[in-house]
C-alpha cells in the first residue's frame, strides 16, 4: 500500500530519498505516507514523514537526507523532535529519525527518537554528526539498483519496541 511521492516538478535529493524509503517497505504491510506542507497551510505541522504498522507496532519515521557530514539542527523542527519523542513513550510505537548522509558513502541510519531527543537539548554542537549518528544508530544497508537505491529495513523491525 504505497502512494506516489516524487512529482514531475519535486526531484529535490530529499524526495527521491523520500520515494526511494516508500519502495523499500514490503507489499505486504501498511505503510502510509504522510502528505508534506512546505507552505506551513494554516500552521499545519507534521511530526513525521512515514507511518508504519506491522502487528503489533507502530513505527513513526522522520526522514532527513543531507550531502555534508552531520546533519544541522536547523533541518529538524523542534516540533518533530518534541513530538517524536513525546510518542516514543507509548507502549508499541517505535519512533525517530531516519538520516541518509548522501556523499559520505551513502550510509543511512535509524535513530530512536529519545536519542535525538537527548542530543538536541544536551549537546553543545548544533547538528548531529555522522560519527555520533554512526554510534548511536542502526544502519539500514542500502543497495543499489540501476539508479536507485533499495533499503534494508529489517534491522529496523528486529528491533522493535518492547
Known amino acids: 500500500m504505497s502512494q506516489s511521492v ?14 526511494e524509503f516508500l519502495n523499500s517497505f514490503p507489499d505486504n504491510l501498511f505503510v502510509q505516507r504522510v502528505k508534506d506542507d512546505t507552505l506551513k497551510f494554516k500552521n499545519v505541522q507534521n511530526f513525521c514523514d512515514f507511518i508504519f504498522y506491522s502487528t503489533p507496532h507502530l513505527f513513526l519515521f522522520e ?20 513530538t517524536l519523542f513525546q510518542y516514543s513513550k507509548q507502549p508499541g510505537i517505535s519512533a525517530g529519525f531516519v538520516i541518509n548522509f548522501r556523499s559520505h558513502k551513502y550510509q543511512t541510519f535509524f535513530i530512536h527518537a529519545e536519542k ?15 560519527e555520533w549518528v ?18 534494508d529495513l529489517s534491522p529496523i523491525l528486529e528491533n ?3
Not at 10 to 15: D, I, M, R, S
Not at 134 to 151: D, K, S, V
Open 6 to 19: 516524487i512529482s514531475k516538478n519535486k526531484t529535490t535529493p530529499g524526495k527521491i530519498f523520500e520515494k
Open 63 to 82: 526522514l532527513k537526507s543531507t550531502k555534508q557530514k552531520s546533519l544541522p539542527f536547523s533541518n529538524i523542527s523542534q516540533y518533530q523532535i518534541d
Open 116 to 130: 535525538v531527543h537527548y542530543y538536541y537539548y544536551h549537546s553543545k554542537r548544533k547538528s548531529f554528526p555522522i
Open 134 to 151: 554512526q554510534h548511536n544508530g542502526i544502519n539500514l544497508p542500502a543497495t543499489l539498483i540501476r539508479t536507485r537505491y533499495r533499503f
Open 160 to 162: 522493535r519496541p518492547i
